[in-house]
């Protein structure tokens, strides 16, 4: 059973441009998350998909947007982007959004604004 | 206060010994919880989750749950070189938010 998949895995951008991650969930899974890992502040939730609605929302701007398509595939887009985005970006899965599932990651998508 | 807290480390302990990792949380309507591992430049691979008070086994991993003191820990029993690595804690809060701890670093001497 093939497991979450990002793409791209690396991206160099530059400040003022905009971006846009793609991740591919576990098939059958119905529920994506993304999140922002940098050395400082660790993982923060970015925000949760299920059945192509967000659920919720982390404390990020609002440069930083995503949607969830019908076959579960998100993308998460951030414009503007600013030398602070430079993060590794993770998505994970889950088979439903209640409280009772498990979330695995993809390997991430890492990305360097220069 | 930090919604998932955790000791940042590093925590060293010798190859053989039993590694003890703990966390708190916030959220008192919180259900379920889990234990992560992330190697370096790698991203977070699920070990555990539990969901009720008490222990849930797992091999050489025993994760323990207190609701009442809003505390999760992970005891690695006989760690290995290996097992060095970042671990985090993680609790879905009641708006099926899930909130990642900093991590604890281990460090396994051989």
């Known amino acids: 059973k093939a497991g979450v998949t990002q793409t791209p895995r690396y991206l160099i951008k530059t400040r003022g441009q905009q971006v846009t991650l793609s991740c591919s969930p576990i098939?059958?899974?119905?529920?994506v998350s993304w999140y922002q890992q940098t050395p400082g502040q660790g993982l923060q939730f970015l925000f949760e998909y299920f059945s192509e609605t967000q659920r919720n929302k982390g404390n990020f701007p609002g440069r930083f947007s995503g949607r969830q398509f019908s076959n579960s595939r998100s993308e998460m887009n951030v414009s503007t982007l600013e030398l602070g985005d430079s993060a590794l970006y993770l998505c994970?899965?889950?088979?439903?959004?209640?409280?009772?599932?498990?979330?695995?990651f993809g390997q991430g998508t890492r990305l360097t604004v220069v | 206060q930090k919604e998932v807290e955790q000791n940042s480390g590093p925590l060293s302990v010798p190859e053989g010994a039993i590694a003890s990792l703990n966390c708190t949380y916030s959220d008192r309507v919180s259900q379920s919880f889990f234990w992560y591992r992330q190697y370096s430049g790698k991203s977070p691979e699920l070990i555990m989750s539990?969901?009720?008070?008490g222990d849930k086994e797992d091999g050489r991993f025993t994760a323990q749950l207190n609701k009442a003191s809003q505390y999760v820990s992970l005891l690695i029993r006989d760690s290995q070189p290996s097992d060095s690595a970042t671990y985090l804690c993680a609790v879905k809060t009641g708006g099926f938010k899930t909130i990642f701890g900093a991590g604890t670093r281990l460090f396994v001497k051989a």
């Open positions: 539990i969901y009720s008070n």
């Open positions: 098939s059958g899974h119905r529920s």
């Open positions: 994970a899965s889950s088979l439903v959004d209640r409280s009772y599932t498990e979330a695995f």
